[in-house]
Antibody, heavy 120, light 107 residues
Framework: EVLLVESGGGLVKPGGSLRLSCAAS????????MNWIRQAPGKGLEWVGL??????????DYAAPVKGRFTISRDDSKNTLYLQMNSLKTEDTAVYYC???????????WGQGTKVTVSS | EIVLTQSPATLSLSPGERATLSCRAS??????LAWYQQKPGQAPRLLIY???NRATGIPARFSGSGSGTDFTLTISSLEPEDFAVYYC?????????FGGGTKVEVK
């Protein structure tokens, strides 16, 4: 089964850190460009960043609000994507999804999401 | 950054009616536009990619059109399961951006 499963969300204080994971199965993870997208409570979707495949030098790119604070990495041996979040702010509170394009030129595979709450 | 503006914000319709959703880009995105459906508590679901191509398993009542800056998602006859929020998204330029969404609700 083609699947993405996120984990690692929780409650963290402002200024704190958290690492999210996204376990992939059922497709060739090493070839995939992987993205993180978030959704604040009651709001729309916001792209957070991506990491390209090893063949594309594992290049990363980030949205302006998280650049310098968040780091995306991958471990192809474990079929796992990571999002290291540092210096968290209350406005980072959201459900975080990992997603990729498996069979089409759009995000056709999503995880179930993991909730991050930044609050004192 | 390319800004996507969706209209209307809310569409109140009855089952069986036709729904027409709009997405306008602040600059040309060619045909690199996708549409997603999201229901409460669920991850988004890809409906349409590259403006007019239905994703795998998407019913034929969903269709997309447009190019450049103006795009439309049409649901030809609303089924009960189609009441949800719909987002457009461009992949022409980084950062990838999404529209603010259109909620299709039961009238």
């Amino acid at each position: 089964e083609v699947l993405l499963v996120e984990s690692g969300g929780g409650l963290v204080k402002p200024g704190g850190s958290l690492r999210l994971s996204c376990a992939a199965s059922g497709f060739t993870f090493s070839n995939a460009w992987m993205n993180w997208i978030r959704q604040a409570p009651g709001k729309g979707l916001e792209w957070v960043g991506l990491i390209k495949s090893k063949a594309d030098a594992e290049t990363t790119d980030y949205a302006a609000p998280v650049k310098g604070r968040f780091t995306i990495s991958r471990d192809d041996s474990k079929n796992t994507l990571y999002l290291q979040m540092n210096s968290l702010k209350t406005e980072d509170t959201a459900v975080y999804y990992c997603t990729t394009d498996v069979a089409s030129k759009g995000f056709d595979l999503w995880g179930q999401g993991t909730k991050v709450t930044v609050s004192s | 950054e390319i800004v996507l503006t969706q209209s209307p914000a809310t569409l109140s319709l009855s089952p069986g009616e036709r729904a027409t959703l709009s997405c306008r880009a602040s600059q040309s995105v060619s045909s690199y536009l996708a549409w997603y459906q999201q229901k409460p508590g669920q991850a988004p679901r890809l409906l349409i990619y590259d403006a007019s191509n239905r994703a795998t398993g998407i019913p034929a009542r969903f269709s997309g059109s447009g190019s450049g800056t103006d795009f439309t998602l049409t649901i030809s006859s609303l089924e009960p399961e189609d009441f949800a929020v719909y987002y457009c998204q461009q992949r022409t330029n980084w950062p990838l951006t999404f529209g603010g969404g259109t909620k299709v609700e039961v009238k």
